[in-house]
């Protein structure tokens, strides 16, 4: 008899034997980055070995009847190898297709790897017809090293990047068998061809030679020497202008030429800064080698035959991330990791031998700071890959990182170069109200104000004179690109320009102000919003005023209003609250404050450590715990111009609506829940082909200066951009 894995209409099916044997082959080139091929090999044989029952033979022939295939191979590897080297094996084989599952325990429901373990199977054994089993490996040494005293962290991280290695292969190999076409998976640039693009790139580019333009060559110069040194963990701790996005990518670049690296991974905390970082790598890069991935990215559909082939080839990029440079969210790459699932963890094996850049990274997330700096330790420490960590506000992360793995830093003399750079004097202006604020920016022709709430700066901009204008995430990605372009021209124009922004403008935008007020807020917030500030160093000193709003509308709450009060703490200590000193003395004394149990506020290394001794480990729940964002904010979608209204014209009787959804980005807003139920009980919404949501009356539902209008009494209460 012979036993098949798939069936498909109009072609011979594929048979076990050969989907068994592609599977392991791919899985053990995966698993052979980290030395671990053999581990890689068994899970491919073995992860589909319950189809050989004639249950399963049946179903592809069209019977109706659900069987439990990944079990079986689960069963067989413990049976081989034991309780200890084969568990690690049979997490990967049972959640092939369900996810990684937790251990539970005897008494535990159907799902748990206990209770598969002795779950009563169809018989499979018709495989040993086909696999002898006694010429796979049998002495295997797991490869990797424990960090510090976190074995479980690390076992169960082994386990995740096995599996990556699995999924992916298989994958791989059932769309092989079911595609008609080759696919266009693979065929990129090598790294030592990106490299001389750069260099080449780098050498002709021509820039002024400014004092800052100096520092900046500078900083460049000390990148590409260091990037000479063996994989590790690094820091580079460059000032705000400092030109740290081309200098850690030819670092990157340069560093895994020389050590052999594969990709260059840059992990950014906001959508806005990776739309033009990953534009500046496409032009330097060619955009066939650049996979920008996140949340809002859509491969959309052109008549166009070289776009549609290359989207296509991003597309399954963006699948396994088998590309040589990958841009992405801090959201997608730390629960990538964390998660449990086949389709979100396929990616992961290539973040080995990989140069990983953390752009922004105090950025990274508070309540889950220990295991995502655990994770980027594993991937240093047993998996190849170098970690770049860089930053204005080094000491965010350097304190918190385990004894073990203190990062390297590049810079020669980070606080020399902090004075180099120093553009801007940051002084306190204590408690204010809001019309005298407002009269101070009166006097000034061209000055930016960042304020904590939605509220506060619509309010401040009602009492502004002149040519004012607001900024805020209510405001349609258009309009605030419409309104950023105009900003920047009255600015290099030397024209009148008042501008009130939420923090949103800290985050990467490129505006150049002589004077900035900014509210009380955490260091880290103040320091972005003096980088906004004589950015290009064009005045001898530009000036920052942090105030304390006096208003009702500006007050923050829970964790940022505490990150207020420590910096407040922070001006009454240094004469220059924005120097190391000073931000090292900050994040030292919040991380004090919020105590260390702040740091895995939801007890995800406990999911590893608590039982890892016994291999126990609860990946499930895990990834149900690693949510960076919480998932509460709702889309509008706003009919902003004609362009926005053609797309949705196309939308609404289109059989793939999802094609529009790239499409429609530029147009829409993010509302929180609350936000959303006041919308639809005021009927200000509509829905579009089942699948948008859009603002039903331009004319009363948002205001051409300050976007999406939010019932009165249900906006400002907290902190939003």
């Not at 776009?307 to 040589?324: T, V």
Request: one cysteine or more; a negative charge; charged letters at 25%.
């Amino acid at each position: 008899m012979k036993y098949f894995a798939h069936s498909s209409d109009g072609k011979q099916w594929q048979t076990m034997l050969e989907h068994l044997e592609q599977t392991a082959k791919i899985a053990s080139r995966n698993a052979l980055k980290f030395n671990a091929r053999d581990f890689g090999y068994i899970c491919g044989l073995l992860h589909d070995v319950g189809k050989y029952s004639l249950e399963f033979q049946e179903k592809l022939k069209g019977k109706s009847v659900k069987v439990d295939h990944s079990t079986a191979g689960a069963q067989e590897v413990l049976r081989l190898y034991g309780d200890a080297l084969g568990i690690l094996l049979a997490y990967c084989i049972a959640g092939h297709h369900s996810g990684l599952p937790d251990y539970g325990s005897q008494a535990s429901t159907e799902g748990t790897l206990c209770s598969r373990k002795t779950k009563d199977m169809p018989d499979y054994s018709a495989y040993k017809e086909e696999i002898n089993l006694d010429d796979m490996e049998k002495n295997l040494a797991v490869p990797v090293k424990p960090l510090g005293n976190f074995m479980g962290f690390t076992l169960s991280f082994f386990i995740r990047m096995l599996y990556s290695c699995l999924v992916d292969a298989d994958f791989i190999d059932t769309e092989q068998y079911m595609s008609d076409e080759a696919n266009q998976r693979g065929n990129n640039l090598n790294i030592e061809n990106l490299n001389g693009r750069l260099k080449r790139f780098m050498g002709n580019f021509k820039c002024d030679e400014s004092k800052i333009n100096k520092k900046r060559e500078e900083i460049l110069k000390c990148c590409m020497e260091f990037s000479l040194s063996p994989p590790g963990l690094y820091s580079l701790t460059v000032p705000t202008g400092g030109g740290k996005t081309y200098s850690s990518l030819a670092f990157g670049l340069n560093h895994a030429d020389v050590n052999g690296l594969e990709r260059i991974i840059y992990v950014i905390p906001y959508t806005s800064i990776i739309e033009q970082n990953a534009k500046v790598f496409k032009n330097v890069l060619g955009e066939e080698n650049v996979l920008e991935h996140h949340c809002n990215y859509q491969f959309e559909n052109s008549d166009n035959e070289y776009i549609q082939s290359l989207n296509e080839k991003l597309r399954l990029a963006s699948e396994n991330w088998d590309i040589p440079i990958v841009v992405t969210t801090n959201v997608q790459f730390f629960e990538s990791i964390f998660s449990n699932r086949s389709s979100k963890s396929r990616k992961i094996h290539n973040m080995s031998k990989s140069v990983i850049i953390f752009d922004e990274a105090q950025m990274l997330p508070l309540e889950y700071l220990k295991p995502c700096l655990l994770a980027i330790c594993e991937l240093v420490k047993n998996y190849g890959s170098t970690a770049i960590l860089c930053t204005a506000t080094q000491p965010a992360v350097n304190d918190i990182f385990p004894e073990f793995a203190t990062p390297k830093e590049i810079m020669e003399d980070p606080r020399q170069l902090y004075q180099d750079f120093k553009k801007v004097r940051v002084l306190s202006k204590g408690e204010i109200e809001d019309e005298e604020l407002a009269n101070e920016m009166n006097e000034l022709e061209q000055v930016l104000c960042i304020v904590n709430t939605r509220k506060h700066a619509k309010k401040i901009c009602k009492l502004l004179k002149g040519k004012v204008f607001h900024l805020s995430t209510l405001m349609c990605p258009e309009h605030r690109k419409e309104t950023l372009d105009e900003i920047r021209r009255r600015l290099e124009g030397g024209q009148q320009c008042r501008v009130v922004s939420t923090q949103l403008i800290e985050a990467g935008v490129d505006v150049d102000f002589p004077v900035v007020y900014r509210a009380m807020a955490g260091i880290d917030s103040i320091v972005q919003s003096a980088g906004r500030c004589n950015r290009e160093g064009r005045m001898k000193e530009g000036m920052v005023f942090v105030f304390n709003p006096a208003s009702q509308e500006a007050k923050s709450k829970g964790y940022l209003a505490r990150t207020a009060k420590v910096a407040e703490m922070v001006f009454r200590k240094y004469e220059d609250p924005i120097s190391l000193e000073a931000i090292d003395f900050y994040f030292k004394l919040l991380y004090d404050i919020e105590g260390e149990e702040t740091f895995d506020k939801k007890g995800i290394i406990d999911c590893f450590e608590e039982r890892g001794r016994h291999l126990e480990f609860d990946f499930k729940t895990a990834a149900q715990k690693f949510k960076l964002i919480e998932n509460d904010m709702r889309s509008v979608v706003i009919p902003y111009d004609a362009r926005a209204n053609e797309i949705l014209e196309e939308a609404k009787y289109s059989p793939y609506p999802m094609s529009s959804a790239r499409k429609l980005q530029p147009y829409t807003v993010s509302i929180y829940e609350h936000e959303y139920r006041m919308l639809v009980k005021n009927t200000a919404l509509k829905t579009v082909n089942d699948r948008f949501t859009v603002l039903d009356d331009l004319k009363n539902g948002y205001d051409d200066n300050t976007g999406l209008i939010i019932p009165e009494d249900m906006s400002g209460e907290g902190i939003f951009i």
